[in-house]
């Protein structure tokens, strides 16, 4: 049906980073969501009036909020697709993760509830009619809210949305509810014991999981998350793919929202050619980020010795002993200054997060090592840390 329904309303559908397709995606899905939600919720209500259950009454409430959930949803994509203005110059697109922070929230705060009326439940029970009408409702919801937890699983993947994640969540959490209480249903059919409110609190404890989940993967972009190594894969191929590019460095993704990222980088140069073509040819790099991955680049050219020998040989070497000191460690912007007693060697050191050994005690290791192998060469390093 989704499928069907995006065929339909959205322009270049498959173009799924596309920040027009990314939207529309997202409204197409929230109203599609409302509707179903709002569907379960009178059926699931008529079956717990049928039979007197608390936790299919309080499940049909929880397709009621889910219902406003998609609706928090769709304001979210719909208010993230506004344009930048002076108070916000890189846009609206982080709205579409609060969106999503908002929905898991309501998925905690129906765990709460359903945990409430759980613990009322048993200490004060009550019977619980079961009929073939209740049963085929809740089997019905389970494979509804399966199929919403699938689509929207698929759809938020396709277009990289934590926000339809959340949804998806939520979904998945409804139908494992369901599930339980269909199962409570079954052993009071045929034992006649009541583990009503029992299987309620079991359902409560899954959606607060679920909901502290959803909360963690909404807040992480945010805060600020790492970007996908596909996508610093994709820079360094865009990047790389051309012949006056000897190497690149400092990558730095910012992340303002879905089709709002930016994208800062150092590309090394041949120090020795024409710095007006070379410029030119880092406009057309950027040019090329910004149409294959729906972002703003800036680069920063830096020149670097590419036919020196002496100098690329002692590169090569140093990389090769700070390599020695740990292997995820890399050196870029080297030079070389050969004095008449000593020579300097200045170059940049990337260390990565949480490195196991502070700035200043990498920097020494290094300098102790280069002096032991290179008597006279001192080491002038600049520590960088990985952002990517």
Known sequence: MVTLLSKIFIKDATDYHKPEVHKMYGIVCSV????????????????????????????????????GSSLI?????????????????????????????????????????????????IIHPEEIAVSTVAVVILVISILVKLYMALYNYRIGNKIDSTTMKATATDSLSDSVATTVVLIAMGVMKLTNVNIDGYCGILVSVFILFAGCSAAKETVSPLLGSTPKPEFIDKIHEIVMAHNEIVGMHDVIVHDYGPGRVMISLHAEVPGDEDIFLLHDLIDNIEAELDTALHC????HMDPV?????????????????????????????????????????IFDVVIPQEFHMTEAQVKAEIQKRVLERYPNHYSVIKVDKAYV
């Open 296 to 299: 703003e680049s800036v680069i």
């Open 32 to 67: 599609f969501g409302i509707f179903l939600n709002v569907v379960l919720f009178g059926i699931k209500l008529f079956a717990g009036a049928l039979t007197g259950s608390v936790a299919i009454t309080a499940d049909a409430f929880n397709n009621l909020s889910d219902a």
């Open 73 to 121: 949803t769709l304001v979210g994509f719909k208010f993230a697709d506004m344009k930048p203005d002076k108070e916000h110059p890189f846009g609206h697109g982080r709205i579409e993760y609060i969106a999503g922070l908002l929905v898991s929230i309501l998925i905690i705060l129906m765990g709460v509830e359903l945990a409430q009326s759980s613990i009322q439940k």
């Open 305 to 345: 010795e590419s036919n020196n020998e002496v100098v690329m040989k002692m590169k090569d070497n140093v990389a090769e002993l700070v390599k020695e000191i740990d292997s995820c460690l890399t050196i870029h912007d080297f030079r070389m200054v050969t004095g008449n007693t000593h020579t300097n060697l």
